[in-house]
Structures are given as C-alpha cells and as structure tokens.
C-alpha cells in the first residue's frame, strides 16, 4: 500500500494479499487492469454451546442474528484490527456490506447513513479483545478462553 501511494516505480505489477491495500494505496491511480484471483470467506467462529443457545444451529445466521445477540448482551467476541490484518480488514468490509445488504460497491452516501453507522458501532461494541494477528485469537479461542 505505501509502495503505491509513493508511486511504486521500480515494479511492473503487484500482488497484494487483499484488494483493500489496492483501494487504499492507489491515490496516484497507477493501477491500469486489475484481476481478482480468489475469494478469501471470512468465518464467525462460535462455541457450539453457545450457538445452540442462540439458535443459530438450526439454519442460516446473518450479521443481523450476530448484531442482535451483541444488543441483547448474549454475545461478545475477538477480531483482528482492521487496520493491522487482511483478515480483519475483510472482515469489516464483510459486516458494512451485509449491514447495507449491498452486493454493489459501497458508496460514501451508503457509508454516511445513519444507520449504518449505528449497526457497525453496536457490532464493535461487541468486541471484547482485538489483535493484529488472526492466529493469535484463534489459538486462544481454541484453547477455551
């Protein structure tokens, strides 16, 4: 990303693990073709106890089924910074899009919504610990803290 933003003019191409840091970084728009190559899912990861208490063994689970057991104080939980892990920064585009219900881009109109923005600041503050490492939080849940 910061090669990009100064210009990045001793490369030919760049490959980065997230087309996020191509969004960021290109403000000098140098980037002529771009192709994404693979999709990268984004997984909740649940106890199974846990899950079952909520309901959310029994079908489908939206970000909205997350959001309201974040509101109703069932549900708290770890994720990686999204400025510091492609992981994490997956993972809060993923939320601004089913919080929006878009499959379009997001738009600074969609992002100034009002109610967007009270939806994403109640799922963070469900957040009860944060790292710049996805492996990290995942062997800590794993272990059953």
């Not at 649940?46 to 899950?51: D, E, G, P």
């Not at 079952?52 to 104080?73: C, Q, R, Y």
């Not at 379009?104 to 469900?126: C, M, Q, R, V, Y």
Request: net charge negative; aromatic share 8%.
């Amino acid at each position: 990303m910061n090669e990009l933003k100064s210009g990045a003019e001793d490369y030919d191409a760049v490959w980065p693990a997230s087309s996020i840091w191509l969004s960021l970084g290109d403000e000098k728009h140098i980037i002529k073709h771009d192709k994404s190559i693979s999709s990268s899912p984004v997984v909740f990861g649940i106890k199974k106890s846990l899950a079952e208490g909520l309901g959310f063994t029994s079908g489908k689970v939206s970000v909205k089924d997350i959001l309201e057991a974040i509101n109703s104080g069932k549900l708290r939980f770890c994720m990686t910074s999204a400025t510091q892990s492609n992981s994490g920064a997956s993972a809060y585009i993923g939320f601004l899009y089913a919080l929006t219900g878009k499959t379009s881009a997001l738009t600074a109109d969609d992002l100034a919504s009002p109610g967007l923005k009270e939806n994403i600041s109640s799922l963070f503050s469900g957040i009860d610990r944060s790292s710049g490492s996805s492996d990290w939080l995942k062997d800590m849940f794993l272990a059953g803290d």
